[in-house]
C-alpha cells in the first residue's frame, strides 16, 4: 500500500497534560522527585506524533513505536501544564520519522526525534499474539 499518498511532510499534532503525581518521576520509577517524570515526556511526545498521522491512515492500520532519542531539558513541578508537538519530518515506506518537542509555561523542557512504523492492525496483533505459543 502507497501512504505518500496521504501522508506528507509537516503533518503535525501537539497534546496537553497537566503534571500530577501519577506522571511524577517518582510515580514512573525513573526518579524519586514529585516532578514530570522523563518517560512520561517521551510517551506524550509519542502520543502527539502518532496523532498527527493517524486520521491519514486508513481503517485498520496505526502505527506503533520503534525509536525515541530526546534530552529532558528542563524539570516541571506538579500542577504546571505541558504540551507535546510531533511533526512528520520524513516518509521513507512504512517508516516515518518526527521532529518532537515539549514545553512547560517557562518553556522548552524536551526535544528530539522519534520514528514510527505503520502496521496492518491485525496482522501485527496475530503476529504478536503467537509469542504466548512459545
Known amino acids: 500500500m502507497n501512504f505518500g499518498e496521504s501522508l506528507y511532510t509537516g503533518l503535525s499534532a501537539e497534546l496537553t497534560i497537566t503534571v500530577t503525581g501519577e506522571n511524577s518521576a517518582s510515580a514512573w520509577g525513573s526518579g524519586n522527585l514529585p516532578v514530570f517524570a522523563t518517560p512520561a515526556m517521551i510517551a506524550l511526545m509519542e502520543s ?12 485498520g492500520y496505526s502505527t506503533v513505536g520503534a525509536e525515541v532519542k530526546v534530552r529532558h531539558l528542563s524539570a516541571t ?6 504540551r507535546a508537538r510531533g511533526e512528520l519530518t520524513e516518509i521513507n515506506g512504512r517508516r516515518l ?38
Do not use: C, Y
Open 77 to 82: 513541578p506538579q500542577g504546571m501544564e505541558v
Open 97 to 134: 520519522s518526527f521532529k518532537v518537542e515539549a514545553w512547560d509555561d517557562a518553556g522548552k523542557i524536551g526535544e528530539g526525534s522519534h520514528e514510527r512504523f505503520i502496521i496492518e492492525n491485525q496482522p501485527f496483533l496475530k503476529k504478536t499474539g503467537e509469542k504466548l505459543k512459545k
Open 48 to 59: 502527539a506524533s502518532a496523532a498527527a498521522v493517524q486520521d491519514k491512515l486508513p481503517p
